[in-house]
C-alpha cells in the first residue's frame, strides 16, 4: 500500500513540476486541451505536436519511467531535466497563436493581451524565489567585501613579484579567489565543500585535506594544525578571518607555524611565510 | 570591444550558415531567402563542432591553447570570407518579404519584455553553485594548457580529467572568446554569452513561430505577440528553480541551457519538418544539432535527450501512418 502511494505521490510531484512550476503545468495542460480541440481543425503539425506533447506527458507521469529514475537513475530525478523534454514554449506559443488570430477588434486585442500577460504571470509567480534575485555588487561578481580583501592579496603577489602565488584562506575567499586574479592558486576548491561539480573531473582529496579545511573553518580552535597543514600545503600566504577570533575573545596570534603576521585588513589577517 | 562580440558571432555563424547550405542548396532565381534565425544556428552548430574538431587533436598533441586560437581564428576568417563571398553572389536571387510590423504595440512590448531579460544578466547574480565555468576559463588562458589544470585551484590536476569530460570544449570556447575581446571573463561568461544564448533562443522559437503563422500583414502582429509571449514565459518562468527560464535567465552560461533552451527545441523543430513534411535535407541539420550537444555536456544530460525526442517522434509518426493505413483496410 506504501509503495503504491509512494508512486502516486510521485505521479503527483511530476506532474506539478512538469512545466517547471505549478502555475506552468497547469498552462501546458490548458494549452494541449485546446490543442486537442482544435487539432481536428487544422494541420498536420498541430496533431503532431499534440500527439508528441501527450506522449511525453504521459512517458514522464508513467510508474515506469519514476520506478526507473527514482531506483537506477536518481541523479536525473534530481535534476528534473528530462521534465524540460515536455514542449511547454511550443504548446503556449501555438495557443496564443492560435487565439491572437481569432481577436479582431482593437478592444478585443487589448483585453486579450493584458488576460494573456496576467495570465504567464500568475503561471510563474506562482513559485517566486526572491533569493535567486541578487543585485550585483561590482564588475567582479563578487561580494565587495571579498573583493576588498582579495585586492590587498593582489597587491601583496605583485609586490613580491611573483607570478604565481599560492594561498589559503576561508571560504569565501578561495571561492573567489581565481575569479578575481588567476594569478592567485588555491589549496583546494569549492569543490571539497561543494562536491565535485564535473563526475568527469576526478579530484580525490585526501582525508588530511578535509581535516586541514575543517581547522580553517575552525580557526582559533587549530592553529598548530593550521600552521603545519599551510607548511605542508607549501602555501606562500595565509589568510584568517578576523571574526572567530572577536567572538572567542582572543587576540591574534603574531606567528602561526611557520607564518608570520603580514598585515591586517578590515576582516582579515595576513600572514607570510618566513 | 567585448559588448561588440555578440554582433560578431550573429555575423559569423550567419555566414557560416549560408556557407553550408550553399553546399547543400543551390538558390534559384527569386527563391525565397533561407530564415536569418536557423542560418544563424546552424551556423553556430558548425562554428561550436569545429571547434570541437580542433580541440580534441590538440588534447592529444598538448598543443598551446594560444596557438590552437590562433588555427581557429584562421579557419574563422575564411569561412566568414567564402561565407560574405556566397552572399553578395546569390543577392539578386533571392525575394526579400516584409516580415514585421516593427512599432506595433505589440513588438515595442516584446522589445521591452527582451530588454528586461538582457538587463538581468547585467544586474542580477548568476547561480554558479557547482560551476567551474569561469575557472576553467581563467585557469585554461592563464596555463595556456587545456584541461591539465584543476579550474578551482590552478594547479595540475592530480588525477585529471577523463575523456568524455575532455569531450564538453564549451568553456573552451569561452576562453577563446575571452582571449579574442580582452574583457574580464565574467564580463563574457555572465553577461555575453548568456545575450547570445538568449538570442539563439528567440531564433530557434522565432522558426517555430513561423511555422505557426502565414507570411501575411496580419501575421506579423501576430508573430509579435508570440515573442511578446515567449519573452514574457521566459521572465516569468525563471522565477522557479529547476525549470529551462531559470536556467535561460541565471545559468545561461551553462552548456544544458544551451541543449534545453536552444538544441532541443531546434531538434523537435527539425522532427517536424522530416517526419511530417518529408524534408530529408533537414536530416544533416539534426545530426549536426545532436553532434553539439557532446561539446555541451555530459551525453546523459544532453545528448540522450535529444535522441529521445527523435525516437519519440519517429515512434509517433510511424504510429499514425499505421494506424491510417489500418483505418484505409
Known amino acids: 500500500m506504501t509503495e503504491v502511494q509512494t508512486m502516486l505521490e510521485a505521479i503527483r510531484n511530476a506532474f506539478t513540476l512538469a512545466g517547471g512550476t505549478p502555475g506552468l503545468s497547469a498552462l501546458f495542460l490548458a494549452g494541449l486541451i485546446a490543442l486537442w480541440y482544435t487539432k481536428n481543425e487544422q494541420k498536420k503539425d498541430t496533431e503532431l505536436l499534440f500527439r508528441y506533447a501527450l506522449v511525453v506527458l504521459l512517458v514522464i507521469i508513467s510508474p515506469p519511467y519514476l520506478f526507473l529514475t527514482g531506483r537506477f537513475f536518481t541523479q536525473y530525478a534530481v535534476d528534473n531535466m528530462y521534465l524540460w523534454l515536455l514542449p511547454l514554449t511550443p504548446v503556449v506559443l501555438k495557443v496564443f497563436s492560435d487565439a491572437a488570430g481569432v481577436v479582431r477588434a482593437l478592444r478585443h486585442r487589448f483585453i486579450f493581451g493584458l488576460s494573456a500577460a496576467a495570465l504567464l504571470l500568475l503561471a510563474g509567480t506562482s513559485s517566486f524565489q526572491p533569493e535567486s534575485w541578487k543585485m550585483v555588487e561590482n564588475q567582479y561578481y563578487i561580494p565587495q567585501e571579498v573583493v576588498t580583501t582579495l585586492e590587498q592579496v593582489s597587491r601583496i603577489r605583485k609586490e613580491r613579484g611573483q607570478e604565481e602565488m599560492l594561498i589559503w584562506g576561508p571560504r569565501e575567499l578561495t571561492e573567489y579567489a581565481r575569479i578575481y586574479d588567476e594569478g592567485l592558486l588555491t589549496v583546494y576548491g569549492r569543490d571539497l565543500w561543494e562536491g565535485t561539480p564535473d563526475p568527469q573531473m576526478h579530484q580525490i582529496y585526501e582525508n588530511w585535506e578535509y581535516n586541514a579545511a575543517m581547522a580553517m573553518d575552525n580557526v582559533p580552535l587549530f592553529m598548530e594544525e593550521l600552521g603545519m597543514a599551510a607548511e605542508q600545503y607549501r602555501c606562500d600566504l595565509l589568510i584568517l578571518s578576523k571574526a572567530p577570533f572577536y567572538e572567542l575573545q582572543e587576540p591574534w596570534p603574531r606567528l602561526v607555524g611557520e607564518y608570520v603576521l603580514q598585515e591586517t585588513l578590515d576582516g582579515y589577517i595576513i600572514y607570510v611565510h618566513r | ?329
Not at chain 2, 110 to 128: E, G, I, M, N, R
Not at chain 2, 161 to 179: E, H, S, W
Open chain 2, 1 to 329: 570591444m567585448a559588448f561588440l562580440l555578440p554582433l560578431f558571432l550573429i555575423t559569423a555563424s550567419y555566414l557560416c550558415g549560408r556557407v553550408l547550405q550553399g553546399f547543400f542548396r543551390k538558390p534559384e532565381h527569386n527563391s525565397e531567402l533561407p530564415k536569418a534565425g536557423e542560418t544563424c544556428l546552424i551556423g553556430m552548430f558548425a562554428l561550436l563542432l569545429l571547434w570541437e574538431a580542433m580541440v580534441l587533436p590538440a588534447i592529444k598533441l598538448l598543443l598551446s591553447f594560444r596557438l590552437l586560437t590562433q588555427l581557429y581564428s584562421i579557419m574563422l576568417l575564411l569561412i566568414c570570407a567564402k561565407g560574405a563571398i556566397n552572399c553578395s553572389r546569390e543577392q539578386g536571387k533571392y525575394r526579400f518579404t516584409p516580415v514585421y510590423d516593427w512599432f506595433s504595440p505589440a513588438a515595442v512590448l516584446a522589445a521591452l519584455v527582451f530588454l528586461a531579460q538582457v538587463v538581468s544578466f547585467f544586474f542580477f547574480y548568476p547561480d554558479t553553485q557547482a560551476d567551474a565555468t569561469v575557472e576553467t576559463v581563467v585557469t585554461t588562458l592563464s596555463s595556456d594548457l587545456i584541461y591539465e589544470n584543476h579550474p578551482y585551484m590552478g594547479t595540475t590536476f592530480v588525477y585529471g580529467i577523463t575523456f568524455r569530460g575532455k569531450l564538453v570544449t564549451l568553456p573552451l570556447f569561452y576562453a577563446y572568446l575571452k582571449l579574442i575581446t580582452g574583457s574580464r571573463a565574467v564580463t563574457i561568461v555572465y553577461r555575453l554569452v548568456p545575450f547570445m544564448c538568449l538570442l539563439l533562443n528567440y531564433a530557434v522559437y522565432g522558426i517555430w513561430i513561423d511555422q505557426f503563422t502565414k507570411q501575411t500583414e496580419e501575421s506579423s502582429r501576430k508573430k509579435a505577440l508570440c515573442f511578446l509571449v515567449l519573452g514574457l514565459l521566459n521572465l516569468c518562468g525563471s522565477f522557479s528553480y529547476d525549470t529551462v527560464f531559470y536556467y535561460l535567465i541565471h545559468r545561461g552560461f551553462r552548456g544544458e541551457t544551451l541543449v534545453f533552451g536552444v538544441i532541443l527545441p531546434y531538434v523537435l523543430y527539425l522532427c517536424f519538418r522530416i517526419f511530417a513534411h518529408h524534408e530529408y535535407i533537414k536530416i544533416l541539420w539534426l545530426l549536426m544539432a545532436l553532434a553539439t550537444t557532446i561539446l555541451c555536456t555530459d551525453p546523459e544530460r544532453g545528448l540522450l535527450p535529444c535522441v529521445i525526442c527523435v525516437v519519440l517522434m519517429l515512434l509517433i509518426v510511424l504510429g499514425w501512418e499505421f494506424g491510417k493505413k489500418v483505418r484505409r483496410k
